[in-house]
């Protein structure tokens, strides 16, 4: 550790020296280090310094330590870790498989800065006292979610959420076990055809992977537009544009809300709207996109498809501009087509649990559901109910009957 320790730091001093961007030139730093070990050694044939034990041990951990994040990167680096977090310095949790586990891993309050400060570098984002809640995506694709005090008694609270699964395309969730053939070939169609579609679900039930998915339904030609509080969507698409928001400086300007970027997606002829995941007012301007007939998807956190639906009823509400629910739930009876909803088989993994259409009416104030894929016997199977917007399929020369295994 001796030796590992003095490696160390000689690399840190020629990084400053150098003026390099540990973050940003990773195959520099990479070089660097490679030529520090061979330095090193020689050194070390001469009893000037220790020796070290494992030359690729010591790379991996000197390269973790400096342009990776430390004693953390292992856990990015484990295709089986989910998910990452840090209640204080002598508390670091990680998911396997939805378990959570306390690691032996023991930091200090000063690494637990320095790590969140580091990540924070490349997105461009802050946290201080003004604004001590921060989400940024890292370099890999991660989700990182972070408080300070005095929001938190004591210690900074670190999450780290990994996108483990990657799934491009529907037929994907299907070998993972997700949802069955039918259902992928239905909503694949769905996609094909225009439909507006709301993925639902608790948290880390998978809504933004089978966003991900759907979207490689999406035909070749049509330009698609995403807007994501952070980035988390990785299409495979040819003609993508990609947004997130922004937040304020330290002068309290400049930020760039949810709600602006569907507004501003609509001046660049979307043929398809992205909606990372809709929370608040914003869920008016989708409204206002649906309705304008620009094919959307989006996600909600819900408890169930008719739950997604109540709050999508309730959600545009907030941007007050006069919006009352005369206007809301008739919008979204017309506007919204699927609600596909996720959740968890009786063994914890995750699955499509219902699938359900919106015909376009209400009934007393409330939207009516029809049921075409329902959770029976711990699996999705077919229901009775049909998709709006029928002809459409017609139009693209898909048999919906045969597709759904129509009953009598």
Sequence with gaps: MEGLGILEREVRELIRRRGIDPVRDRPG???LVQDAIA?????SVLGVVPPLVDG???HKAVLDAVAGFGPLQRYLDDPEVEEIWINNPQQVFVARRGEPELTTTILTAVEVRELVER????SGRRLDLSSPFVDATLPGGERLHAVIP?????DWVVNIRKYVVRADHLEDLVVLGSLPPDAAAFLAAAVRAG???LVSGATQAGKTTMLNALSGAVP???RIISCEEVFELRLAARDWVAMQCRQPNLEGTGEIPLRRLVKEALRMRPDRLLVGEVREAEALDLLIALNAGVPAMCTIHANSAREAVTKLCTLPLLAGENVSDRFVVPTVASCVDLVVHLGHDSRGRRRVREIVGIPGRTEQGVVETAEIFAWRDDRLVRG??????TERFARLGIDLAALLRARG
Excluded: Q
């Excluded at 009775?384 to 917007?389: A, L, T, W």
């Design 29 to 31: 730093i990479t070089s």
């Design 39 to 43: 330095d090193y050694d020689a050194r």
């Design 56 to 58: 690729a041990a010591a």
């Design 119 to 122: 990540m924070l570098k490349v």
């Design 150 to 154: 005095d929001i938190t008694r004591k």
């Design 195 to 197: 439909l507006n579609v």
């Design 220 to 222: 070749v030609r049509e």
């Design 384 to 389: 009775d109910g049909f998709p709006p917007h």
